[in-house]
T-cell receptor, first 114, second 116 residues
Framework: KAGVTQTPRYLIKTRGQQVTLSCSPI?????VSWYQQTPGQGLQFLFE???????NKGNFPGRFSGRQFSNSRSEMNVSTLELGDSALYLC?????????????FGPGTRLTVL | AQSVTQLGSHVSVSEGALVLLRCNYS??????LFWYVQYPNQGLQLLLK????ATLVKGINGFEAEFKKSETSFHLTKPSAHMSDAAEYFC??????????????WGLGTSLAVNP
């Protein structure tokens, strides 16, 4: 079974631009979560989607948004990019939203904002 | 607020030596605890998780961790390090306090180096 895939793997953008990242979960998984990973802040939870609905949201500004499609694929959008948005963005999928459902991570999209 | 502290951002061991990676958490309620490993240019892989069953949890690749409530610790160990264990290790706790067990709070990670 194929793992979680994220596209693109690398992105370079300039301040003020917007960006869309894509995540395809493991087949059959209906939950997708997004995380931001930076050297200084570590991993921080962005949001979680299940059955096309956002279930949980972290403490990020409204410039960060996401959505999930009927096939469980998810996209994350960041508008008006800032230098501080440079990070590795990780997507994780799980079968459901049970408390102990294991989250499987993709390789991430590395975003560089110049 | 809940938090996770990983003591030692860098740990270096010799091949065949004991691996001990430390993780302490703060939580007012019994948490779920996780250890993940991240290899270069790869995503995170679950090593093991504690979900209020046995306090000694065995994971993949010979790793195990013990939940000690009195010490609020969940240290990761492996009896004998292998070169392939060199990676970044993350401890995480589920955010029970916010009523959001699906949201994980992460430590900053420990980079493990294994010397031949």
């Amino acid at each position: 079974k194929a793992g979680v895939t994220q596209t693109p793997r690398y992105l370079i953008k300039t301040r003020g631009q917007q960006v869309t990242l894509s995540c395809s979960p493991i087949s059959g998984h209906r939950s997708v979560s997004w995380y931001q990973q930076t050297p200084g802040q570590g991993l921080q939870f962005l949001f979680e989607y299940f059955s096309e609905t956002q279930r949980n949201k972290g403490n990020f500004p409204g410039r960060f948004s996401g959505r999930q499609f009927s096939n469980s694929r998810s996209e994350m959008n960041v508008s008006t990019l800032e230098l501080g948005d440079s990070a590795l963005y990780l997507c994780a999928s799980s079968l459901g939203v049970g408390e102990t459902d294991t989250q499987y991570f993709g390789p991430g999209t590395r975003l560089t904002v110049l | 607020a809940q938090s996770v502290t990983q003591l030692g951002s860098h740990v270096s061991v010799s091949e065949g030596a004991l691996v001990l990676l430390r993780c302490n958490y703060s939580s007012s309620v019994p948490p779920y605890l996780f250890w993940y490993v991240q290899y270069p240019n790869q995503g995170l892989q679950l090593l093991l998780k504690y979900t209020s069953a046995a306090t000694l949890v065995k994971g993949i690749n010979g790793f195990e961790a013990e939940f000690k409530k009195s010490e609020t610790s969940f240290h990761l160990t492996k009896p004998s390090a292998h070169m392939s264990d060199a990676a970044e290790y993350f401890c995480a706790v589920s955010d029970h306090e916010a009523g959001n067990n699906r949201k994980l709070i992460w430590g900053l990670g420990t980079s493990l180096a294994v010397n031949p």
